[in-house]
């Protein structure tokens, strides 16, 4: 276990809709980043926060969007869902802007499916 | 850009054998961290070793190890006496000192045969 949590596991949803997926950093870390595994794109980096601000951007959609909360939380907004954004979305945490030590420690994930 | 390479999609090894994983990769930094990652079927991302760019000392965790070639831009990853547990997908991530993001190779899935 590696102390981050998402929510919810697994997402099913239609072709339009909007979803929020929810992130809980490991206690004392204040980097939040979000990454997106696909089976055509592999593990590909989305956005990263640090200690409520927006510190870094990947190949994120304009449809995405996310933020971090003042509890440190983070949610990653997908709207206009389209069947190409099934995925596995994961949620990793580090202690400083830039890792630290450069280890990031990724959540479960959210399976999302897009119908 | 930094890109890294697993240039072999699938590996299998006889359970209490030797494996070794490939990894390459580009970037014109000097100082950087390189990772090993293990996703088993349950999706889990676990942090297998670490190596960083400027200790020339290979990284040792237990049967895992690495071969770090800085200068071949190479980063293998060897696992001793394969266990049945070992099974799963193995990730090779580089990331620059000062960089947020973590760069994923496209994985190697790996068999342990019994």
């Known amino acids: 276990d590696s102390g981050v949590t998402q929510t919810p596991k697994h997402l099913i949803t239609a072709t339009g809709q909007r979803v929020t997926l929810r992130c809980s950093p490991r206690s004392g870390d204040l980097s939040v980043y979000w990454y997106q595994q696909s089976l055509d794109q592999g593990l590909q980096f989305l956005i990263q926060?640090?200690?409520?601000?927006?510190?870094a951007k990947g190949n994120i959609l304009e449809r995405f969007s996310a933020q971090q909360f003042p509890d440190l939380h983070s949610e990653l907004n997908l709207s206009s869902l389209e069947l190409g954004d099934s995925a596995l979305y994961f949620c990793a945490s580090s202690v400083g802007v830039a890792g630290g030590s450069g280890e990031q420690f990724f959540g479960p994930g959210t399976r999302l499916t897009v119908l | 850009a930094q890109t890294v390479t697993q240039s072999q999609p699938e590996m299998s090894v006889q359970e209490a054998e030797t494996v070794t994983l490939s990894c390459t990769y580009d970037?014109?930094?000097?100082?950087?961290?390189l990772f090993w990652y293990k996703q088993p079927p349950s999706r889990q991302m676990i942090l297998v070793i670490r190596?960083?760019?400027?200790?020339?000392q290979n990284a040792t965790e237990n049967r895992f190890s690495v071969n770090f070639q800085k200068a071949a831009k190479s980063f293998s990853l060897k696992i001793s006496d394969s266990q049945l547990g070992d099974a799963a997908m193995y990730f090779c991530a580089y990331k620059g000192r000062g960089a947020q993001k973590l760069v994923f190779g496209q994985g190697t899935r790996l068999t342990i045969n019994p």
């Open positions: 970037t014109s930094e000097s100082d950087y961290y």
């Open positions: 190596q960083e760019a400027y200790k020339q």
């Open positions: 926060y640090y200690n409520g601000e927006e510190r």
